[in-house]
């Protein structure tokens, strides 16, 4: 750690989850060999109880090899993971299918050849089985694939109707278990990601996304809402904390991707606050006057100069301790007498009865608008300790 944090009791106490694929990335990309050990799922859940890490993700083939997915083989593995959760305290919030990685998808999840699509309907299937087994509530879907290289080889209106296809086959398998168990459906939710590993993507965006969900291809739109990440929105220039509101505006904030990184850039998935504090303090201010409490999912990978023993004592600690410290801050920032006081008197307005004369409206106006800017530098003094020692008058 950085010589201080949060006890594992009180970081339980927030919905967080460290992804399996997060602990336990190498360091590896394009360019790049790995720079650490391989680990295990038992490694990661083992870390993550002792940290206080209270929920854990993870994609089917991350702890199932894919020749053994909806084997006998895969029961005895969900078997030995849900043992390991146990005795480390930690709960299965979400589960994720990857259409990906394999070969299999290398025309995406939802190609011409009718049998890949069957494949793929096959997957979205069993991983809904295990989340069932594991205690999951929420299944994440991430169609980086569902796109191209090259314009005019896929026809793009198909292609969403099959992805649509894949999303029902979860949803109908999801309702047939989820009553054979006694247990409520899972929530389904889709995660947006502008660029990579495509060259271009049919569902950019968590906005791409809602329009989707209510395109009347889905069978059950009301199982079907969002995982946005923070950084994918920012990834094409867009500000996360609208895109969260309109998000929230639709009812489809269901679960959070939280990272940073920055414009415009290739998806760096950094640790939450450590690029964009300010602007994480406005989004958890966001969420948090909204009743959002996550799940917030810390899929960001740890540098890979980062040693294997880096990854559960610095990486992860101070990842989550930021996302609480950023969380208190924002009840801090709401709760605030300064920033109340400047929020209730831009909404009281001027008071003045100027009827359609705009120039007196703009008139009367103009002092109060400068509360905006006072307000700002409000949060900075907040998100800074600045306000402490001072005198007010
Ligand atoms: C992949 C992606 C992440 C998603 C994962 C969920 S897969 O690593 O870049 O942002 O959350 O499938
Ligand atoms: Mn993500
Ligand atoms: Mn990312």
Redesign the pocket.
Known sequence: MCGGGYSPEIRRKYFISG?Q??AAYRGQALFWAPTREPITFEDVIREFGKIGIGYWST?DSDVIPTDVLGTDRQAEIVAKIKRTLEEHGVKCSMV???T?YHAVFAAGPAPEAPEVREYAAFRVRNTVDIGHELGARYA???P?SLGYFTQGSIDEIQTLGWYADALNAACERDIEVAKQKGRDTLKHCL?A?PF?PQAEILLPTSDAMLAFISSGRLKHPEMVGL?P?Y??ELMWGGAPRAALARALLAGKLWHL?I?DGYRLKH?V?IAIGLVNPLDWLNVLMLLRSNGFNGPF?L?FKPLRTTSNHGVFAVSFPNAVDRFITLWEIAAEALEDSVIREATAALKAGSGVSAGTDADAIAEANKELLTLHELIAHRLVQLLLGMHRGRTYF
């Open positions: 992804p694929w997060a994609h994720t299918t990857e990906f994440v879907y991430w980086g995660e990601k990579e995982n990440e950084l994918h991707d990272n998806d998935d999912n899929d």
